[in-house]
Structures are given as structure tokens and as C-alpha cells.
């Protein structure tokens, strides 16, 4: 198959168009040394990044989801984990029913979780409760983790599972040395998705946050409603920053060619 036909060469044109330029927008937006961007370019500066350090709501904002994503994917990694190996492993009855629960909110608009989690925390009475936000954004952002860890299971090679048990090993012992060392990349890598999902997590958010559990994102939304300057992009393109860097460290430790793709390595 040819890499430098047409096609290839309208898809690279595609990405750069849609992909590409609104992040180089988004950058020079942010390094502007003007209210608003001219062009030609006037010049560049960091009083827009300045901004965002200096403002007590965006840091606030920032912390809160920063506390919230470690929180929901770690707690998402909890229950993907134990629903992989017996999803991936294991037939029993109902279990193309538990598969479809755990992957639903997949399918599930955002603003109808929104609205469904407002009005159960409404009745239960534990609205603007920190611990019950994240458990709606591990409700959200757990399909993300149960995917990753169900392909590194079907992938893993029992045989060396199979010889440990031969030697005498338990249970626990082959999960700990044999198991778990074999689906970690997959299991990083869909803890990381469900911290980048959570972090950026919108819609749903607008419903259930209070004035002291405000996300950045919403904090951006509700900031952009009532102005438009650069310190928006100035955020935006630290986010940007953020992902990238943690997407790097990811690469350097497993390999986003074995977390994504299963690549053997």
C-alpha cells in the first residue's frame, strides 16, 4: 500500500488543518502581548500566563480538579480492574448484561447523566459533597479503564500463569508477580485516560459542582460567558501542556504503542 498517495496526503492535510492549527491558534492567542490578537503578530509576552497564577479562582478551580481526576481514576482503576478479569476470562450468565452496565455511560449523553446525578443527590440530600462528584465522574470515566484492561487480558499468554500454578504458586502470588505485571501497561495506560477524561469532564460537571467543588473547566465556561480575553488560551494551552507531558511520561515509561495498540514490546 502506498503512504504518499492522495489519500495519505488529504489526511495529512485534514490533521494539520483541524488538529494542528487550532493549537497553534490557541499558542499564539495566549503568547499575545495585546488584549486581543492582531495580526501581524506584534509580539509575544507572558503576562497572559502571569494572569492565570494571579488569579485565586482559576488556581482554586485547578486544584479541585486536579484532586478530582487522581481521585476518580484511581477509584475507576479499583473496580475496572476486578470487572476485567472476570469479563475477559471468565463465562457465567448475565455476563453480556454486566458488560453492557459497565460500558453505558459510554452511550449515555453527558447532560442526561448531569441532570440524573443532580437529582439523585438533590433526594439524597449530599449535594456539593466532594466524595460524591467523584463518584460520578468514576461512573463516567470508568468504561475508558475497563476497555484498556479487557484488551490487555485477552491478550496476556496464560501458559506462564499455568506453569506458576504447577510450581506451587497461590493465587495471589501468580496475580502479583505474574498477572498484574503483564496488564500494568494497559492498566496505566487507562488509568491516564480516565484521569485526562475526568480532568476535562464539562458537561456533566455543570450539574453537579457547587461553588466550593468548581472544576477548571467549568471555571473556564463560566469565565467565558462573561468574557473573552487571552488568559483563556493562556489556560487552555497549559492544559495542552499538562496532557502532552503526561502522555510523554507515559511513552518513556510502557510505550503508547503497547498501552493503545497492544503492541508487544
Same mark, same amino acid.
Given at each position: 500500500?502506498?503512504?504518499?498517495?492522495?489519500?495519505?496526503?488529504l489526511?495529512? @492535510?485534514?490533521?494539520? $488543518?483541524? /488538529?494542528?492549527? #487550532?493549537? +497553534? &491558534?490557541?499558542?499564539?492567542? *495566549?503568547f499575545?502581548?495585546?488584549?486581543?490578537?492582531?495580526?501581524?503578530?506584534?509580539?509575544?509576552?507572558?503576562?497572559?500566563?502571569?494572569?492565570?497564577?494571579?488569579?485565586?479562582?482559576?488556581?482554586?478551580?485547578f486544584?479541585?480538579?486536579?484532586?478530582?481526576?487522581?481521585?476518580?481514576?484511581?477509584?475507576?482503576?479499583?473496580?475496572?480492574?476486578p470487572?476485567g478479569?472476570?469479563?475477559?476470562?471468565?463465562?457465567?450468565p448475565?455476563?453480556?448484561?454486566?458488560?453492557?452496565?459497565?460500558?453505558?455511560?459510554?452511550?449515555?449523553?453527558?447532560?442526561?447523566?448531569?441532570?440524573?446525578?443532580?437529582r439523585?443527590?438533590?433526594?439524597?440530600?449530599?449535594?456539593?459533597?466532594?466524595?460524591?462528584? @467523584?463518584?460520578?465522574? $468514576?461512573? /463516567?470515566?470508568? #468504561?475508558? +479503564? &475497563?476497555?484498556?484492561?479487557? *484488551?490487555?487480558?485477552m491478550?496476556?499468554?496464560?501458559?506462564?500463569?499455568?506453569?506458576a500454578?504447577?510450581?506451587?504458586?497461590?493465587?495471589?502470588?501468580?496475580?502479583?508477580?505474574?498477572?498484574?505485571?503483564?496488564?500494568?501497561?494497559?492498566?496505566?495506560?487507562?488509568?491516564?485516560?480516565?484521569?485526562?477524561?475526568?480532568?476535562?469532564?464539562?458537561t456533566?460537571?455543570?450539574?453537579?459542582?457547587?461553588?466550593?467543588?468548581?472544576?477548571?473547566?467549568?471555571r473556564?465556561?463560566?469565565?467565558?460567558?462573561?468574557?473573552?480575553?487571552?488568559?483563556?488560551?493562556?489556560?487552555?494551552?497549559?492544559?495542552?501542556?499538562?496532557?502532552?507531558?503526561?502522555?510523554?511520561?507515559?511513552?518513556?515509561?510502557?510505550?503508547?504503542?503497547?498501552?493503545?495498540?497492544?503492541?508487544?514490546?
Open positions: 500500500m502506498r503512504r504518499n498517495g492522495p489519500i495519505a496526503l489526511f495529512h @492535510a485534514l490533521v494539520v $488543518t483541524f /488538529v494542528l492549527a #487550532p493549537l +497553534v &491558534l490557541v499558542c499564539l492567542v *495566549a499575545t502581548a495585546q488584549d486581543t490578537l492582531s495580526l501581524p503578530f506584534a509580539g509575544a509576552s507572558l503576562r497572559w500566563f502571569k494572569a492565570v497564577f494571579e488569579h485565586p479562582d482559576f488556581l482554586q478551580s486544584y479541585n480538579s486536579l484532586q478530582l481526576a487522581l481521585l476518580s481514576a484511581t477509584l475507576s482503576v479499583c473496580i475496572a480492574l470487572a478479569l472476570a469479563l475477559g476470562r471468565y463465562r457465567f448475565g455476563r453480556d448484561a454486566l458488560n453492557g452496565l459497565f460500558l453505558s455511560p459510554l452511550i449515555i449523553p453527558s447532560l442526561v447523566l448531569g441532570v440524573a446525578f443532580m439523585m443527590f438533590s433526594v439524597m440530600g449530599i449535594t456539593g459533597s466532594f466524595f460524591w462528584l @467523584a463518584i460520578a465522574h $468514576t461512573v /463516567v470515566i470508568t #468504561p475508558y +479503564v &475497563l476497555r484498556m484492561v479487557l *484488551a490487555a487480558v491478550g496476556i499468554d496464560r501458559s506462564s500463569e499455568q506453569a500454578q504447577s510450581l506451587g504458586a497461590g493465587p495471589w502470588t501468580v496475580f502479583r508477580r505474574i498477572t498484574l505485571p503483564a496488564i500494568l501497561p494497559g492498566l496505566s495506560g487507562g488509568w491516564m485516560l480516565a484521569f485526562i477524561n475526568s480532568f476535562d469532564e464539562l456533566m460537571s455543570i450539574f453537579v459542582t457547587t461553588p466550593a467543588t468548581v472544576t477548571l473547566p467549568v473556564m465556561y463560566m469565565y467565558a460567558t462573561e468574557s473573552i480575553d487571552p488568559m483563556m488560551a493562556s489556560v487552555s494551552a497549559l492544559m495542552i501542556l499538562i496532557t502532552g507531558g503526561a502522555m510523554l511520561i507515559l511513552d518513556r515509561l510502557y510505550g503508547l504503542d503497547r498501552i493503545l495498540i497492544g503492541e508487544r514490546v
